[in-house]
C-alpha cells in the first residue's frame, strides 16, 4: 500500500499528460516520490508514479482544470469527471 500524500489504498499506476503551454510548473512539482517526468515529442509533459490516495488526487488535480489529463487509471480520471461535473451543476444551479 502506498499513499499519494495523506490517503491510504492499495496503490495504482498515474500516469498524467501536462499540456504543452503548461509544462513548466508540473515538471517543478514533486506529487510522489516514484515520480518520473518523460516529455513527449508534442511538447506535452508525461508524469508517471505509483500511488494510492485517488481522491486526494482528484482534489489536487482540479486545479490544473484542462491543462492535465488523467491517461490513467480511469479510476483516478472517472472521479476527477465527476468531480467537475458536480461543481459545474452546482454552480449552474446558483446561477439560476
Not at 492499495?10 to 510548473?25: I, K, Q
Not at 512539482?29 to 482528484?58: K, P, T
Amino acid at each position: 500500500m502506498v499513499s499519494f500524500i495523506l490517503w491510504q489504498e492499495l496503490a495504482s499506476d498515474v500516469e498524467l499528460r501536462c499540456s504543452a503551454v503548461a509544462v513548466e510548473e508540473p515538471s517543478a512539482w514533486r506529487l510522489h516520490r516514484s515520480q518520473v517526468h518523460e516529455l513527449d515529442d508534442d511538447g506535452s509533459l508525461i508524469v508517471r508514479f505509483r500511488a494510492g490516495g485517488m481522491e486526494e488526487m482528484v482534489h489536487h488535480l482540479i486545479t490544473w482544470g484542462s491543462a492535465v489529463t488523467v491517461v490513467k487509471p480511469d479510476a483516478l480520471r472517472a472521479r476527477l469527471a465527476e468531480f467537475a461535473l458536480q461543481a459545474l451543476q452546482q454552480h449552474q444551479k446558483e446561477s439560476d
